[in-house]
């Protein structure tokens, strides 16, 4: 069985490399994350498990929080016009609006909350559905689901998604590997 795979955004969020998992770095957004893991898949590598680490903001969990996400949706997906869901991409079989992954095992936090991801960096006091955003979750856990890997999401809080997102991303993006690596790495083994 090769090993799990860590997928992140970005390098600055985490640096940390192991014996013990992969690593891919996909870029900010959907599509890239949504690209970088279907190319990483299509060299007939197939992993474990993916562990998708990253930050999020959050107007429900306090900054500097380490959660897992294991339900995800698409917050920016709105077909209402013709009739679905908000939420719900029109025509696609085989696909809830929700992929939920709440029965993956070996979950160190197992809170199972739900991510919102979308294209947007959301730095207003707009509501927004789920427990926390970001920009990436949504698109790897579609990808996992079609092909049948299990997938968790661990999200630093670094902002409240709020007016100051912008400052206190930049102050906070890098903080929460300690904690990911102490609260999730560690007990599943990974270090």
């Keep these: 069985m ?4 860590l997928v992140c955004a970005l390098e600055n969020e985490f640096k940390l490399k192991s014996a013990k998992f992969d690593i891919l770095y996909t870029g900010v957004g959907k599509v890239n994350a949504a690209m970088c893991i279907t190319e990483y898949l299509a ?3 197939f992993p474990k498990y993916v562990i998708n680490y990253g930050t999020a903001g959050s107007k429900k969990i306090k900054v500097g929080t380490l959660v897992d996400c294991t339900k995800f949706i698409q917050r920016d997906m709105d077909a209402t016009g ?3 869901e908000k939420y719900e ?3 696609d079989r085989g696909f809830q609006k929700i992929i939920d992954f709440s029965t993956i095992q070996n979950n160190p936090i197992n809170l199972c909350l739900t991510c ?3 294209d947007s960096f959301i730095n207003s006091d707009e509501m927004h ?3 926390v955003v970001d920009m990436e979750a949504y698109a790897l856990a579609k990808v996992c689901n079609k092909y049948q890997i299990p997938f968790i999401s661990y ?3 670094s902002d409240n998604a709020g007016n100051d997102a912008e400052k206190d991303w930049i102050k906070n993006c890098n903080i929460g590997e300690g904690l990911f690596k102490t609260n999730v790495l560690e007990p599943l083994g990974l270090l």
């Excluded at 090769?2 to 795979?5: E, F």
């Design 2 to 5: 090769n090993n799990p795979l």
């Design 43 to 45: 060299k007939d590598v």
């Design 82 to 84: 013709l009739g679905f």
């Design 89 to 91: 991409t029109p025509f």
């Design 116 to 118: 919102a991801t979308g």
């Design 129 to 131: 559905t789920g427990d």
């Design 155 to 157: 999200k630093y809080i």
